[in-house]
């Protein structure tokens, strides 16, 4: 006899399964540190009440007899800046390894895209690591093409390795551009403050940094 396979919204009481679910998957992309570390079950739970009040996401998880074996998050996001329509994108996709081959993975992905529907969105987007293989064969077989590559890192690492590597003075801009920002803000608020021009501030940005000139491989 066929499996019973349920989709539903994540209740709180989930918490505990979506942590081991998230240790999973951190596990099987194989690149830890490019996820976030496992949450509590203190935190997941406090999340998942959260989402439930969410009108543009749903974290729903999918059970097999009744033993839940997957997740995934259902976001309505724009599909550009200048379109507007919006997009339903599937994210943190995961079917442990005792649910799967069942269709619990398709159940997922059929949930997303009735959701789509009935909130009127015209496209469907899933989010996959590029070294699952499997996954990436089965959202294929499902119409999924791949639109592009998402990378993840810190905001601290970014900075550094642009410093370190390519501009040497780019944090001194940044640094720049928010005192002016942060000027510009204190003299808005400000009862006292007269017309003071933005070319003010523009001087300031060009007498005290230099823009850093582009790296070499710029236009090849």
Not at 177 to 193: E, F, I, N
Request: hydrophobic fraction near 45%.
């Amino acid at each position: 006899m066929a499996p019973a396979i349920e989709v539903r919204d994540a209740r709180p009481d989930d918490a505990e399964a979506l942590v081991t679910l998230w240790r999973e998957m951190a596990v099987g992309t194989g690149h830890q540190a490019r996820l976030l570390a496992a949450p509590s079950v203190q935190s997941a739970e406090a999340s998942v009440r959260k989402h439930a009040l969410d009108p543009a996401g749903r974290l729903v998880v999918g059970e097999i007899d009744g033993v839940l074996g997957g997740m995934a998050y259902l976001r309505q996001t724009p599909i550009s800046p200048l379109h507007d329509e919006v997009t339903v994108t599937v994210e943190y996709l995961h079917v442990s390894d005792h649910a799967r081959r069942h269709g619990l993975g398709k159940a997922l992905i059929a949930e997303a895209a009735a959701w789509a529907e009935h909130e009127n969105c015209p496209h469907l987007a899933v989010v996959a690591p590029p070294v699952a293989r499997e996954a990436n064969r089965f959202l294929a077989r499902l119409g999924l093409g791949q639109a592009g590559v998402l990378r993840f890192a810190s905001t601290h690492t970014v900075r550094r390795r642009l410093a370190a590597e390519h501009a040497p003075n780019l944090l001194a801009l940044l640094s720049s551009r928010r005192s002016v920002m942060a000027r510009r803000a204190q003299l808005a608020r400000s009862p006292m403050t007269g017309g003071h021009d933005d070319a003010e501030f523009g001087d300031v940005d060009r007498e005290q940094v230099t823009l850093p000139a582009a790296p070499e491989s710029a236009g090849k």
